[in-house]
Nanobody, 125 residues
Framework: QVQLVESGGGLVQAGGSLRLSCAASGRAYSTYAMGWFRQAPGKEREFVARITGSGGNTYYSDSVKGRFTISRDSAKNTVYLQMNSLKPEDTAVYYC??????????????????WGQGTQVTVSS
């Protein structure tokens, strides 16, 4: 079992930055791939970024590529999402998620077994 707790959300102006953190506890964390998803009001939850278990590979949705960076610190059991050049359309609840299949490129919600409670990110124009 893995528990995930997100933090770092908040209100920021367009063009600003935020860094989200996801603290993980539980066995075998380092073998899991970790992902970030987001869900805006009235919309489906969508993939944002993924980092493999080894941390050697990262993947991004087209909408955030070049602006967001996912990373992980295995010593701290924490995954980060650095978000720069934020836009109003980035406003959503952001969730981190853990995938038992650590080394594949997977972007579907159902492929992730563990989820945090979410943190709100609001970008004002």
């Amino acid at each position: 079992q893995v528990q995930l707790v997100e933090s770092g959300g908040g209100l920021v102006q367009a063009g600003g930055s935020l860094r989200l953190s996801c603290a993980a506890s539980g066995r075998a964390y380092s073998t899991y791939a970790m992902g970030w998803f987001r869900q805006a009001p009235g919309k489906e939850r969508e993939f944002v970024a993924r980092i493999t278990g080894s941390g050697g590979n990262t993947y991004y949705s087209d909408s955030v590529k070049g602006r967001f960076t996912i990373s992980r610190d295995s010593a701290k059991n924490t995954v980060y999402l650095q978000m720069n050049s934020l836009k109003p359309e980035d406003t959503a609840v952001y969730y981190c998620a853990g995938d038992l299949q650590g080394n594949f490129y997977r972007t579907r919600v159902y492929q992730y077994a563990y989820w945090g409670q979410g943190t709100q990110v609001t970008v004002s124009s």
